[in-house]
């Protein structure tokens, strides 16, 4: 079986309200856009769903979306969640 190293996705958070979206990706670009005004627990998901939709854009829209919720609800069982810094702070130091 051959492995393919998949490059990482560029993530853009924007207001999507014109688009009538909470994300979107854009296959050619490894681009993912992320409304951000959503709670944390929709931020993971859509996350998840967009990165489906790079992964495979060959799935329907029904697969991507049972796919990037299965892993997103894993992912936030598992407390996993985003962490926002102040640019001008010094990172956490991890021991």
């Known amino acids: ?16 309200g014109k688009e009538r979206a909470w994300g979107q990706a854009t296959i050619g670009e490894n681009l993912i856009e992320i409304d951000p005004r959503l709670g944390a627990k929709r931020q993971l998901e ?6 489906v939709h790079l992964l495979f854009p060959g799935l329907s829209e029904g697969e991507v979306d049972k796919a990037g919720k299965a892993l ?3 992912l936030w069982a598992q407390d996993y969640r985003r962490v926002l810094l102040n640019p001008n702070a010094k990172p956490p130091r991890i021991s």
């Open 1 to 16: 079986m051959s492995r393919r190293k998949h490059k990482v996705a560029k993530v853009i958070w924007r207001k999507l």
């Open 72 to 74: 997103a609800k894993m």
């Open 46 to 51: 859509v996350l998840c769903h967009e990165q």
